[in-house]
């Protein structure tokens, strides 16, 4: 995608139209389970579903992990935060799902993305809502994953 196509705008103009589309699903089934993940376990806050279209796979092809502690704040405002960048991530070229974790011992925040391939997960790394999450961790607590699905 073009560094043009990236341009927050664009972004929210195109999250605009899949969400009045009815192609964005927010997902309540999930909320509060536990899985147990990388030595701990995490609570579900949040999930969001897009609906593919024709041209794309039936089944996404890639996940992307990210796991992070926020420099700022406490865990129920950054819950709050980590509502605005949610169309930037819909948006994105190849985006499937996105579930929202925290640790229940940590407080480290997880993002576990569904993706159509490998090469959508590997460029969401230097994506502009990536960025934001980038400037707003702990670095030396941000890992990321990117995996076959």
């Not at 929210?12 to 309540?28: K, Q």
Request: contains cysteine; charged residues 25%; aromatic residues 12%.
């Amino acid at each position: 995608m073009s560094k043009i196509a990236q341009s927050p705008p664009l972004l929210l103009a195109r999250a605009t139209s899949l969400r009045l589309s009815g192609r964005v699903h927010f997902l309540r089934d999930c909320i509060g389970k536990v899985e147990h993940c990388e030595d701990e376990d995490f609570e579900i806050f949040r999930k969001v579903l897009l609906d593919p279209t024709e041209d794309q796979p039936r089944r996404p092809g890639a996940l992307f992990v990210v796991r992070f502690n926020f420099a700022r704040f406490g865990d129920k405002t950054n819950r709050l935060l980590s509502m605005f960048p949610i169309p930037f991530i819909v948006a994105q070229p190849g985006f499937r799902s996105k579930t929202w974790m925290i640790g229940q011992k940590t407080e480290a925040f997880r993002g576990l993305y569904e993706w159509d391939s490998i090469d959508d997960a590997e460029r969401y790394w230097t994506s502009f809502p990536m960025n934001l999450m980038k400037w707003r961790a702990i670095p030396q607590t941000l890992t990321y994953q990117v995996t076959k699905a």
